[in-house]
Nanobody, 124 residues
Framework: QVQLVESGGGLVQAGGSLRLSCAVS????????MGWFRQAPGKEREFVAA????????NYADSVKGRFTISRNNAKNTVNLQMNSLKPEDTALYFC?????????????????WGQGTQVTVSS
């Protein structure tokens, strides 16, 4: 069983930065691809970023490309999302996800395990 716990969310002004972290417990973290998704009220959960098991390959939604950076530390069983130049439209509940065969997939169905989410609110 794999458990994921997100942290680092909060309230920030537009143009500011936040760093989200996801701590993963369970075996074989380094064999899982990891992703970040977000869900705003009344909207579907959407892809934000993904990283493959080794950290060599990454993928980003067009809306965050150039502003967000995903990274992982397989020795510490963590994956991070550095978010810069935040905009009010980035406001959402952010979820961390793990998928054994997800690679850098953008669809929620490719991921097997999910965290509870951490709230990010960007004020204008």
């Amino acid at each position: 069983q794999v458990q994921l716990v997100e942290s680092g969310g909060g309230l920030v002004q537009a143009g500011g930065s936040l760093r989200l972290s996801c701590a993963v417990s369970g075996r074989s973290f380094s064999s899982y691809a990891m992703g970040w998704f977000r869900q705003a009220p009344g909207k579907e959960r959407e892809f934000v970023a993904a990283i493959n098991w080794s950290g060599i390959r990454t993928n980003y939604a067009d809306s965050v490309k150039g502003r967000f950076t995903i990274s992982r530390n397989n020795a510490k069983n963590t994956v991070n999302l550095q978010m810069n130049s935040l905009k009010p439209e980035d406001t959402a509940l952010y979820f961390c996800a793990a998928g054994r065969y997800a690679a850098i997939a953008v669809v929620t169905t490719s991921y097997d395990y999910w965290g509870q989410g951490t709230q990010v609110t960007v004020s204008s």
